[in-house]
C-alpha cells in the first residue's frame, strides 16, 4: 500500500535556528500534501497544503513566513520551521491524499520538534 | 465542514469487542466517513471508511445508520494495541485534507 515517510523523527534545535523536514510519498505521486501540528494532548490542526509547483495555502493563522512549504516534485514536500523558538516546540505531521474521493489518506510518521 | 462528536473515553477489556460511536447529524449526501487512529508519538492511521452500507476490513468494521446521522466503530477483539485515539471525520471532496475533532481516547485493559 501507499507509504508515507517523513524525516527526521525528532529534531532538537537551539532558538533562531531553521529546522527542515521531509515529506516523501514512496509510492504513488503527490501533487498535494498536508501539514498538521499537534500539541501535546491536543487534535491534529491542518497547518497548510503543499501544491507541487506552486505556492502553499495556509491555514488563517499560520504564519508563511515562518512555516516555510515547498513542494518542488511530485514526492517530495518539504516544511521550513524558520527561526524557531521555543513554543514551536510540537509533533509535525505530514500526509498525502492519493486523489479519490473513495481513498484512505497516509501519514508520516511525525517529527517531534523541540526548540532549546 | 460537517462536524461529528465522540465520546471524549471510552474503556475497554482486553479481548473484548469495542463499539465506539459518531454522530454526524448534519452529513451531506457525499460526505464519506472516515475513521482514524493514532497511538502515542505515531501519526495517524487509516482504520477504514464508508459511504452508505456497512464496511468490515481486517482492523474493524464500521456499522452506519440508515439516516447516516450516525455511525459505530466496532473493534471485534480489542488489544493492548488497539490503545489509542480514534478519531470518526467526514470528507466530501477528493483531495483535501482531514479536519480532525478532540476523537475518543480508549483504554484496553488487560
Known amino acids: 500500500g501507499a507509504v508515507v515517510s517523513q524525516h527526521p523523527s525528532r529534531v532538537i534545535c537551539k532558538s533562531g535556528t531553521s529546522v527542515k523536514i521531509e515529506c516523501r510519498s514512496l509510492?504513488?505521486?503527490?501533487?498535494?500534501m498536508f501539514w498538521y501540528r499537534q500539541f501535546p494532548k491536543q487534535s491534529l490542526m491542518l497547518m497548510a497544503t503543499s501544491n507541487e509547483g506552486s505556492k502553499a495555502t495556509y491555514e488563517q493563522g499560520v504564519e508563511k513566513d515562518k512555516f516555510l512549504i515547498n513542494h518542488a516534485s511530485l514526492t517530495l514536500s518539504t516544511l521550513t520551521v524558520t527561526s524557531a523558538h521555543p513554543e514551536d516546540s510540537s509533533f509535525y505531521i505530514c500526509?498525502?491524499?492519493?486523489?479519490?474521493?473513495?481513498?484512505?489518506?497516509?501519514f508520516g510518521s511525525g517529527t517531534q520538534l523541540s526548540v532549546l | 465542514d460537517a462536524k461529528t462528536t465522540q465520546p471524549n473515553s471510552m474503556e475497554s477489556n482486553e479481548e473484548e469487542p469495542v463499539h465506539l460511536p459518531c454522530n454526524h447529524s448534519t452529513i451531506s449526501g457525499t460526505d464519506y466517513i472516515h475513521w482514524y487512529r493514532q497511538l502515542p508519538s505515531q501519526g495517524p492511521e487509516y482504520v477504514i471508511h464508508?459511504?452508505?452500507s456497512n464496511v468490515n476490513n481486517r482492523m474493524a468494521s464500521l456499522a452506519i445508520a440508515e439516516d447516516r446521522k450516525s455511525s459505530t466503530l466496532i473493534l471485534h477483539r480489542a488489544t493492548l494495541r488497539d490503545a489509542a485515539v480514534y478519531y470518526c471525520?467526514?470528507?466530501?471532496?477528493?483531495?483535501?485534507?482531514?479536519?480532525f475533532g478532540k476523537g475518543t481516547t480508549l483504554s484496553v485493559s488487560s
Open positions: 509510492d504513488f505521486q503527490a501533487t498535494t
Open positions: 471525520i467526514l470528507r466530501d471532496q477528493a483531495g483535501t485534507a482531514l479536519i
Open positions: 464508508g459511504l452508505t
Open positions: 500526509s498525502a491524499p492519493t486523489g479519490s474521493i473513495n481513498e484512505k489518506l497516509f
